[in-house]
DNA sequence: TCTGGGGTCCTTCCGCCA
DNA sequence: TCTGTGGCGGAAGGACCC
């Protein structure tokens, strides 16, 4: 879905439509007010004070140089009469199950990769194999525009989408038209199309992999198909270094993951300053105890529990640790997931201050 | 005034045990 | 009794993704 949270937002403040836009935060201060004529004021990223992300940037905020996951505070600087929204998850998912729900009138076989995002299986569905013409993908580009236009009918919304032979080169695929594109590859597009774009295009290579490539002289997916497969093993290990190899050659033989278990549950927050243990001990027990509570309630309301408890910590510098206790037991109340947290955090040097505090749940089962 | 929140998966290390 | 090996679960960290 194109720059999904802030479609979303444009549907219910059409007035915005073609403006420069950020979602971010989740406060109410920044909700917009109406005014005595009826028209509505929104927040400006200039108004904004705090320690908030962009989540999502309309293409005309874009334009300004600021997209996910920059501050707030730093995109205020770049674009301070950008109009700042926040974040309504609350509508996002329910946005999120429309679409998934249009797609799957036509292709019932979908993986779902977060809110705004699905694979899509079409090789099944009646006409995705038929000629158009001379066009050997004309079946399955028909079969494509229609999806969309029932992901449009059902949401008001754009996607982008990538019909290829596999999950890797789809993803890509799906970026090559953005927003409102559709690109069909096959096979024999691959030089053409994939490996002049930079590796970072690549669903698996982040930042680091990138810089470690980029130290080798590999700046192109096509600059990466060519190295010997040796070399990338001998450079990234054997598991990641054939990986990177059969990526480069757009090869990728993954099924669609239909359906899944989650495997954690957790609950974080970045607070408004960062605390001292000892100084903030109160505020801190507080938040701690809360998170803990809202671990629990997600756990019983999905119908799990958690044998692994865990909680994390973000210090002043950023540095984040981890601790984790493995219980007898699975557990989902609020008491036994804050007794195991507190153990856990007693295991912490808490010299530094914090700025972020999390508690999780692993190893779930079903109850 | 830098840097969210919710996840998954992988690697490494360590202790325990056969 | 000593030493090596290998599997496994648990713990911690890190890379990556939406």
């Known amino acids: 879905m194109d720059a999904f949270y802030a479609s979303v937002e444009l549907l219910r403040y059409p007035e915005l439509q073609g403006l420069p836009v950020v979602i971010g935060g989740s406060g109410r ?19 904004y004070a705090g320690r908030g992300v962009i989540t999502t940037a309309t293409y005309a905020a874009r334009d300004y140089g600021v997209g ?8 205020a600087q770049r674009a301070p009469d950008a109009l700042l929204l926040p974040a309504d998850f609350e509508r996002y998912r329910d946005y999120s199950r429309r679409f998934k729900a249009a797609v799957a009138e ?18 099944d569905v009646p006409g995705a194999q038929d000629s158009v013409g001379f066009d050997a993908a004309g079946g399955v580009r028909a079969l494509a525009q229609e999806i969309r236009n029932n992901v449009r009918r059902a949401t008001g919304l754009g996607c982008s989408m990538g019909v290829t032979p596999n999950k890797l080169l789809a993803k890509i695929a799906s970026e090559l038209d953005k927003p409102d594109g559709l690109t069909v590859l096959v096979e024999a597009d ?10 970072r295009r690549i669903n698996g290579i982040g930042p680091k992999a990138a810089a470690r490539l980029l130290a080798l002289g590999v700046r192109t997916i096509g600059e990466l198909a060519a190295r010997p497969r040796a070399e990338l093993v001998a450079h990234f290990g054997r ?7 059969e990526a480069a050659l757009g090869r990728d033989d993954r099924p669609l993951q239909t359906h899944g278990e989650p495997v954690s549950m957790s609950r974080e927050t970045t607070f408004e300053r960062d605390l001292h243990a000892v100084r903030d001990r109160a505020l801190l027990a507080r938040i701690f105890t809360r998170l803990a509570e809202q671990v629990a309630t997600d756990l019983q309301r ?52 914090l700025r972020l505090l999390g508690v999780r749940a692993g190893s779930l089962v079903r109850l």
């Open 29 to 47: 201060r920044h909700q917009p007010v109406v005014q005595p004529d009826g028209t509505r004021r929104f927040a400006r990223l200039a108004d």
């Open 68 to 75: 996910s996951g920059m501050g707030l505070m730093k995109a």
């Open 106 to 123: 036509i292709a019932p076989v979908i993986e779902d990769r977060g809110i705004d995002e699905i694979f899509i299986e079409l090789t």
């Open 190 to 199: 691959l030089a053409a199309r994939v490996w002049p774009l930079p590796v």
């Open 239 to 245: 598991a990641y270094g054939q990986w990177l190899h």
């Open 302 to 353: 999905k119908g799990y529990a958690g044998r692994t408890i865990g909680i994390k910590l973000r210090f002043e510098d950023f540095k984040t640790v981890t601790r984790e206790l493995t219980l007898a037991q699975p557990v989902s109340d609020a008491q036994a997931i804050r007794h195991a947290a507190g153990l856990c955090l007693k295991r912490v040097d808490l010299s530094r201050r």
